[in-house]
């Protein structure tokens, strides 16, 4: 990184207390005069405004400029934030060769995540020939240093991708790896993995691609104009990639346990989203319409409709994260918009009451026992990541057929390939 005079890094510390302040405008002003000059710092963060549309319109290719320009001068966050970007094709094209270049830049200077992620794109051969002599190289890479110290859930998750590329691997390959990556210690990280005189022939063991295979089906939602999806996290959980019936590739961009949702981003604009409901919350004994796939495969490849009632505010045990509603629900209809009497969204289906555990507790059998994630956890979900959201105000109610007819458009199959 070059050195810059006092004077600029003081124009850019100047530009982020505004921006602590959100004064975006003068933030814009002082970050843009640094930028010019030349200094990374204010150039990753002009990016990052361009990208939020904060003080600005929000421009997804301004914000991509600066962060590149940023990150060819050597920013480390700038490079990080780019291999995420091209990855997820969030703010930027999705393209696994640009993603796997920034993210070995990173790798290369020792950044241990990075060299975890570029492990797995070895394995996966996104944005690489697939090679697990380099995977295993760049994961025992990152487990050698102290870095992943900090960060226990992905070190385990180091720990069990390595241990799965060793089952995968002939003995000689995995000596293989290891020698490399001793070279590349003593290298400093520089050419790491080029140096290959031995490396074990394909007919040693190399395993061939694996094929994915559906092994669960959900339903998911449009929510934006700008392509994000809503479904469930259990949904999408353990899912090596996700597609939805809708076609185009579809990319993660965040996921939530806590309160099972997850979101996705597709990579054209959707011809139609849904609305969240404005105005009025929620009420118990508000009839509803669940919109999904249930039972992908048996039942019909349209969107199956089921209708009911809200008859609690609170799911178990007083839980207000979801709502309990009697609209039957089936294995599919997971992560599916539930609509009011409006056509506006006020929940997202979760799943049915377990009836045949309960029945052996109490001795009968429930019945109409359904749950959706409630409107207020939606909504703080869809804040969190800055999706672009709209509300629907009109109280005027719909039929179910009306309703199903506007769903049809926006609601989608997703499938889960591991």
């Not at 992905?154 to 720990?159: P, S």
């Not at 597609?243 to 997850?262: C, H, M």
Request: aromatic content about 8%; charged content about 20%; some cysteine.
């Amino acid at each position: 990184m070059r050195e810059y005079p006092n004077s600029i890094r003081l124009i850019y510390k100047l530009g982020g207390a505004y921006d602590s302040k959100k004064d975006f405008r003068s933030a814009l002003v002082l970050y843009r005069k640094a930028a010019a000059q030349g200094y990374a710092d204010a150039q990753f963060a002009l990016g990052f405004m361009y990208d939020k549309g904060r003080g600005v319109p929000q421009n997804y290719g301004e914000a991509l400029k600066w962060h590149r320009e940023a990150a060819e001068q050597g920013d480390i966050v700038a490079q990080y934030f780019l291999a995420e970007k091209y990855f997820m094709g969030e703010g930027a094209p999705q393209d696994y060769g640009e993603a796997s270049k920034w993210c070995r830049k990173l790798a290369e200077q020792g950044h241990a995540h990075s060299q975890f992620n570029l492990a797995l794109m070895y394995s996966t051969g996104l944005g690489v020939r697939q090679d697990y002599v380099q995977a295993h190289m760049w994961v025992n890479l990152a487990l050698a240093g102290p870095r992943l110290e900090a960060m226990p859930n992905v070190r385990d998750k180091a720990i069990k991708h390595r241990d799965s590329l060793t089952s995968l691997m002939s003995p000689a390959q995995v000596a293989e790896a290891h020698r490399l990556a001793r070279i590349c210690l003593q290298n400093d990280y520089k050419d790491c993995g080029i140096d290959r005189p031995r490396i074990a022939r394909r007919d040693e063991g190399t395993p061939p691609p694996v094929k994915r295979e559906v092994t669960a089906t959900g339903t998911g939602f449009f929510v934006s104009e700008s392509g994000h999806i809503v479904t469930n996290a259990h949904v999408v959980e353990h899912c090596f990639t996700v597609r939805s019936s809708l076609g185009g590739p579809i990319s993660k961009v965040s996921v939530d346990e806590q309160s099972d949702l997850a979101l996705y981003l597709a990579s054209e604009k959707p011809k139609a989203f849904a609305r969240l409901r404005g105005g009025r919350g929620a009420r118990a004994g508000e009839p509803v319409t669940a919109v999904g796939f249930p039972l992908s495969g048996l039942l019909s490849s349209d969107p199956i409709v089921t209708t009911g009632i809200i008859s609690a505010l609170s799911g178990l045990r007083n839980d207000r994260r979801t709502i309990q509603i009697t609209a039957a629900v089936q294995p599919g209809n997971s992560g599916g918009p539930l609509l009011g009497d409006n056509g506006s969204v006020v929940g997202v289906v979760v799943g049915k009451l377990n009836a045949m555990k309960v029945a052996q507790v109490i001795g009968d059998i429930p019945q109409n026992v359904n749950f959706a994630v409630s409107l207020g956890t939606l909504q703080s979900f869809l804040n969190a990541n800055d999706v672009p959201y709209a509300l629907d105000d009109n109280n005027a109610t719909k039929s179910p057929a009306d309703i199903t007819a506007e769903a049809s458009h926006y609601t989608m199959l997703l499938e889960c390939l591991r």
